[in-house]
């Protein structure tokens, strides 16, 4: 069972710094409410205020499967189809926009990078039409620096990420479901003289500054195939995942390279090590009746640590299981504002101890989440997480926010805005109050900038400083 302790402390009011906090607080509430505008808010409220106990219903299976967290490949006929048409590859043609892109309004129609995306986003079109394979291509850039950190710590880094992604839908059969392939390539990068830990220099034990930023610098982070079977309702599958993909994932802060940057909003602190982790293991997801789900997963918690690919930690004893159960539900008759509910549950034997020590350390995490759409480009969500101490590196978490896409009108520009408050599993740590928000600028047809700000009170690390860190963030992410 987890910790009696833990849920007492649950209980308890998290307070802010208001000296510390109010003013970046005011500024990024005036920014999101300023982005979101009158109508929103207002269809919002009527919607909340007329919808009827009959009216809200739970959603319809392709919502279940799309808000469910799993990957079904959407926009693509299967490979193994007769009715696949000709495609022809032209590579000179003009692309604009990635492809699947949808509408954007670059701030600039000058694109520098048109002479190497276009050909690339032509062979993804073909990529798409004649091998039924989607892919994903983009480079990401994060530039931070602290306004304090521990003494003798250096105070900004540089980080950069390459990713290729490939999703190749092999086949889907009427009555039964699809069956695909994924896979992801990496290489990470931290540009700093000194390899610089920004967390670790700024006193975040526990938050990580830059989540963008990995420790090994070209690697493979997803490998798996999965099955459905009855019209999808049951997917399965098995290989190199990322736990969090699978359970409890929060969609309106689940990408650090165009989202939320801090590790409390993307993913969270207070589950056992690995969920984070891209590991070897299996999935599956059942979908009883339309708007009712359930997820599992079974991984080996250690894998991240293997130089070969994460595969030969299957068989060393040491397990991560979970469950997540949800609901999906629509707010009266308006298909745009869904909704999703759901509490996730896993037990480990791999603490927090048990890298150094190989030895099995036996605990329990949850994590609750309620997430809304309250106009079909701004969501809000909930979370709290509960760890018991040895396996995790916070023992509880709580956050709130919410991410609007579209901002001020302009199709594909973004802003965010997220708090947190998280308590360490390091005894005589501080508990960690932490505000970030970020607006992201479509630039050119290729290019996003994004603004981030973050502000950590209270640093868990007692040697440093209490009261406000600030970290400014800069972010471009090139996508081809």
Known sequence: MVNLNLLIRSSQCFVFDATALSGALLAALFCVSAAVGDDATNRFLKALSTASVGETRLGTLRETQDFGTFWLVPNVEPFFDAQKSFIHLA??????????????????SFDPF???ASPLRNLKLWMRERLSVKTDLYNCTVAQQASSSIAGQVRGAVSNRFSYRIDWKAWEIAGVGLGSITAQFRANNNWSAQNVDLSAAVGSNIVFVDSAENSSDVFLTRLFAQ??????????????????DTTAVNFFADDETSQFLASCFDGGDAMPIGWNSYLPGAFAQFIPVDGVYVNTLLTSPLGELNSGGGFGTVGDGFYLVGAEAGVVAALGADTDLIGRYSIFVCNTNAGTDTVSTNNKQYGNAMALIAQQFIDRDLGVWISYQLSDANISPATQETTFGGSLENAFGRHGDGVGLGLSWTDSSTTGDRQQKTIETYY?????????LTADLQLIDDP???QAKGGATWVFGLRSKIKF
């Open 91 to 108: 590579m000179d043609a003009p692309q604009a926009v990635p492809i699947n892109e949808g509408r954007i309004d670059p701030l600039i």
């Open 440 to 448: 992201r600028l479509r630039l050119t047809g290729s290019l996003e």
């Open 460 to 462: 868990s690390n007692p």
């Open 227 to 244: 099955q459905g079977f009855c019209d999808d309702r049951i997917l399965i599958g098995a290989g190199k995942i990322l736990p969090n």
């Open 114 to 116: 048109s002479p190497i």
